[in-house]
């Protein structure tokens, strides 16, 4: 592997995680392959320009991201892509600009309509008093956004509609995903409304099916939400 890595400048940031992205990012982008060796520790406290100990608390941030792997007599390994922790906040933010907006929204929307109709349906029958009171003042919201469209504000009141309604399914193994998939979304939504379109009927319709506890048009109305011309997205997949 050439040289490729920059000396680590003093931020804020913890210089371990500084080094974590560097090599992450290497790694996400394919210029570090999987199944490479990475360099030793020796040459890369020189070309970061760091200590071993921030260099090896940045290894073992990486390793338990599922990126890298550590073997006697070999060293350590990029690990195959099939597992790496692609749902990992910190390295979701890593991902940001290295691949094709569109092929990522493309790949996200898979997954969102994976998991999120159902959300909408659990969200219908498990959301609380208070929830749903705060769900109707979400949609209020967006109501007012989308009439004088503003972007930022969009994609803030957006990404909250969908938080809380993940949240709101009160199930354990759904909460995560209202934290998870922030930072997913905030690239997704600002691709699918960069031209005001906010789809506001849709989110209208899976606001007030959650609201009228009717799961089965919560699914619905959220998997129709999904489909990929509504988002400024291709039909077909790409390769």
Not at 63 to 81: F, H
Request: glycine residues 4%; charged residues 20%; hydrophobic residues 40%.
């Amino acid at each position: 592997m050439t040289n490729n890595f920059a000396l680590i400048s003093t931020s804020n940031r913890s210089l371990h995680v500084q080094v974590a992205r560097s090599i992450a990012r290497s790694i996400l982008s394919g210029e570090l392959a999987q199944g490479s060796i990475v360099p030793n520790e020796m040459a890369l406290c020189d070309q970061f320009g760091v200590s071993r100990t921030a260099l090896r608390e940045a290894m073992k941030l990486l390793t338990s991201k599922g990126l890298l792997e550590s073997r006697p007599k070999i060293g350590t390994r990029v690990v195959n892509r099939a597992y790496w922790n692609f749902l990992d906040p910190q390295l979701i933010e890593w991902m940001d600009g290295l691949s094709d907006p569109e092929d990522f929204c493309l790949n996200f929307l898979g997954l969102r309509r994976a998991v999120e109709p159902e959300a909408c349906a659990l969200a219908a029958i498990n959301a609380t008093a208070s929830q749903r009171i705060e769900l109707s003042e979400i949609f209020q919201e967006m109501v007012r956004v989308s009439k004088n469209f503003n972007q930022e504000e969009w994609t803030e009141v957006d990404l909250s509609f969908h938080r809380l309604i993940f949240n709101s399914t009160n199930n354990d193994f759904y909460l995560p995903f209202g934290n998870i998939l922030t930072t997913m979304f905030k690239t997704f939504i600002i691709h699918s409304s960069r031209e005001g379109d906010v789809c506001l009927n849709e989110h209208r319709m899976i606001y007030e099916a959650i609201m009228a506890g009717n799961s089965e048009l919560a699914r619905a109305v959220s998997l129709d939400h999904l489909q990929k011309g509504k988002h400024r997205l291709p039909e077909t997949q790409p390769a």
